[in-house]
């Protein structure tokens, strides 16, 4: 990783910490998109690139509130596979799951 994007990263976990608590819906989408914008006025770096790191600081501060990860080698583009670490169990997703959770969330977020 450049310094640019260590910079970056950092910022983003940063923010995160004193503004995820302005999206109680957990609007995700919401979330990244003002994430992006904050990085965009602060460094020097792309669109893409911004929203990359926010999207990737975001993931990576919701990942440690659980024990497992998604399975890359047993997962494909019509299912997830999560492993459970501290269960020992691991649970299938298919898309239509997915895409539902989605349009949940995204209802929810309406909602609030």
């Not at 910490?17 to 992006?36: K, N, P």
């Not at 990085?39 to 600081?57: D, F, G, H, M, N």
């Amino acid at each position: 990783m450049t310094p640019e994007m260590d910079a970056a990263q950092l910022a983003a976990t940063r923010w995160y910490g004193l503004h995820a608590g302005e999206h109680l819906a957990r609007d995700c989408d919401r979330m990244v998109d003002r994430c992006t914008a904050h990085l965009l006025e602060l460094l020097p770096i792309a669109r893409s690139a911004a929203q990359s790191v926010a999207t990737t600081a975001l993931a990576e501060i919701e990942s440690t509130k659980v024990a497992g990860f998604i399975d890359i080698d047993r997962s494909n583009g019509q299912m997830v596979v999560l492993r459970n670490t501290e269960a020992g169990t691991w649970h299938l997703i298919t898309l239509p799951e997915l895409f539902g959770l989605v349009d949940q969330r995204q209802q929810s977020s309406a909602a609030g």
